[in-house]
């Protein structure tokens, strides 16, 4: 299938930079790319995963209270519901370098202040704000590697992202465990806090050297600079791979400015609808494991210490999820991959409830771990391919944001069920959720693996 350009004053080309985009090799240079924009990303897990690490000592130390962390955990993610929606839509206008920087500075100076905040309601404002600029970081980032690297690579790419982002995860648990006990000038939860805020540091060496998407710059009809970039990329990897493949034009992409309503139309509609169901219901699974799991162990009468000495070996599987989905994300059907994982995480997590040895409940927590990181690799990489250039950061921002609304009340919902029906009534709830995933992704989701991003929004 092929779509005229509505751009008059463009010619129409046969070769788009999505065909001289797919027919380049893997190379370090894409490596590299990946690994400086996924530092962004970083700083985003660190936050997320934050609340894990430090929410039962703010409970422990009566800063608030057990109801008062489904507000702490609740503030972030309705600051990145915002950001997610209003900042990844930026990214289409402004650019996806510019977004990821903008969003990062943001996150950084409101955790800043956070970690000096005097009450919880400080605590809970500052953290709302840093949210806004989190909220854009993962969706900037999957928008960017998935129109930055060739088709056939592309989940390795997005899942090698997720490996660099989630060795957040065991430092911030490491450091949540190390610092929180302690007390020097301040209490060591906020020293845990201020080291996640050094992102500011790093943000312009991060900004240096980034190329702006040319796929972007073609889709906003500067084509001259997109086949300036195009070429300069060519030629850094011819020197490193040796003669590229020839060029095969492919789906010729529509070009013009993407508009919200467009998410709505037909063929995105209905990936809107299931993206928006996905959404709601993934982050129960994901983040109501993470999120609370020191909370949880605490309840079962696991001392604070020992908690966050738990979360911090579980922790360290978090890098592993991700090399699970670096060698399975472009051999099999993303979408099939999917919903298996996500039924393999609702078994794990019942059987994890009903665990009371601490052997087996770190043994359990390391596999719903590692199943929760092989499962985000794999979807952070679909649902950047279900929309068009025009509009890819404007729809997945749209759908993510509603992981993040999600997040923001499932907590009230968990500490409900945990006074009422106990840890066993939290991992029911989270088996339901990756059930209801299982079946929209796998029942509704269209096919995407190997196949171009044109290929994709063209159907």
Not at 190 to 198: C, P, Q, S, T, Y
Not at 231 to 260: H, N
Not at 341 to 351: D, F, K, N, P, R
Request: proline share 4%; hydrophobic share 50%.
């Amino acid at each position: 299938m092929k779509i005229g350009v509505n751009f008059m004053s463009a010619p129409l080309q046969t070769a788009t930079i999505a065909d001289r985009m797919n027919r380049l090799p893997s190379s370090s240079y894409f490596t590299k790319l990946v690994a400086r924009i996924s530092t962004g990303g970083f700083f985003e897990f660190y936050e997320l995963f934050l609340a894990g690490s430090i929410g039962a000592a703010l409970v422990n130390q009566k800063v608030i209270t057990i109801g008062g962390l489904a507000y702490f955990i609740g503030a972030a993610f309705i600051g990145m519901f915002f950001g997610t929606m209003i900042l990844g839509k930026a990214s289409d206008v402004v650019g996806r370098k510019n977004g990821y920087v903008y969003s990062l500075l943001t996150y950084s100076f409101f955790t800043i202040c956070m970690a000096f905040a005097p009450n919880a309601v400080w605590i809970d404002i500052f953290r709302m704000l840093a949210g806004v600029g989190v909220g854009a970081q993962l969706v900037i980032i999957d928008t960017y590697i998935s129109e930055m690297t060739p088709a056939s690579k592309r989940g390795y790419y997005i899942a090698f992202s997720q490996f660099i982002t989630y060795w957040a995860v065991p430092v911030v648990a490491f450091l949540a465990y190390l610092l929180v006990p302690t007390h020097f000038l301040m209490a060591g939860w906020r020293w845990v806090v201020l080291i996640g805020a050094l992102g500011s540091i790093v943000v312009w060496w991060i900004r240096w050297g980034l190329p702006e998407s040319p796929r972007w710059y073609e889709n906003s009809g500067q084509h001259d600079k997109a086949d300036e970039l195009m070429t300069r990329m060519e030629q850094t990897i011819e020197r490193e791979s040796g003669p590229l493949p020839a060029v095969k034009p492919g789906v010729i992409a529509v070009e013009r400015k993407g508009k919200f309503a467009e998410i709505w139309a037909p063929p995105y509609r209905s990936r809107t609808i299931m993206l928006l169901i996905f959404n709601l219901f993934q982050t129960v699974g994901f983040y109501g494991f993470a999120a609370w799991v020191p909370t949880l162990l605490v309840s079962e009468g696991v001392t604070l210490l020992h908690s966050l000495l738990y979360t911090f070996i579980m922790a360290l599987a978090n890098p592993l999820g991700p090399i699970i989905g670096m060698l399975t994300s472009d051999r099999y059907q993303r979408k099939h991959l999917i919903a298996i994982v996500a039924i393999a995480i609702a078994a794990s997590g019942t059987i994890f409830s009903f665990m009371r040895i601490p052997f087996f409940i770190i043994l359990l927590g390391i596999i719903i771990t590692l199943l929760n990181n092989w499962f985000s690799t794999l979807f952070h990489s679909y649902q950047a391919e279900l929309y068009p250039t025009r509009i890819r950061a404007t729809g997945v921002g749209f759908t993510y944001s509603w992981s993040r609304l999600s997040s923001a009340f499932t907590g009230f919902l968990i500490v409900w069920l945990l006074k009422s029906f106990g840890v066993v009534g939290v991992f029911a709830f989270i088996a339901f959720a990756m059930l209801v995933v299982a079946v929209v992704i796998g029942g509704f989701g269209p096919r995407t693996s190997l196949l171009s991003l044109e290929e994709i929004s063209s159907e």
